[in-house]
């Protein structure tokens, strides 16, 4: 698993670099991003654990400069707010905009097209989807 190829492709460099995760703190972190694979490595399994990234919690990448994404987290146990929320918007104004996760549960992606999400797993090192 990684992050989606087209995504890369068009947004992302097309070797191995360091991509930097900001937090909404403003602490950053940095990572290795692997071309060939499309996903995170190093780094990455730091961030999750400094960030106590739960099975069932929600994280938002959004790309900010080419080689850095502004990360959200969204806890596991406030989805139930989220998804109240989600129920409001109108998904016939969301179609082609919006993304789902494993439970299709959708986020819209509003104006930015360089919106990911993720529900993460566990504490294994893991790769963004």
Request: charged content about 25%.
């Amino acid at each position: 698993q990684g992050l989606p190829t087209k995504f890369c492709g068009d947004h992302l460099p097309s070797c191995d670099c360091t991509i930097v995760l900001v937090d909404e703190d403003g602490r950053a972190r940095d990572t290795k991003f692997l071309a060939q694979k499309s996903g995170l490595s190093a780094g990455w399994r730091g961030f999750s654990i400094e960030h106590k990234l739960q099975e069932g919690d929600a994280v938002v990448f959004q790309l900010i400069k080419p080689t850095t994404f502004k990360v959200f987290i969204v806890r596991g146990d406030t989805l139930g707010e989220v998804d109240g929320a989600l129920g409001l918007l109108n998904l016939d104004a969301c179609t082609g905009q919006c993304i789902s996760d494993s439970s299709e549960k959708l986020i819209r992606k509003e104006d930015n097209p360089l919106l990911l999400e993720q529900n993460v797993p566990g504490s294994s090192d893991i790769d963004i989807e």
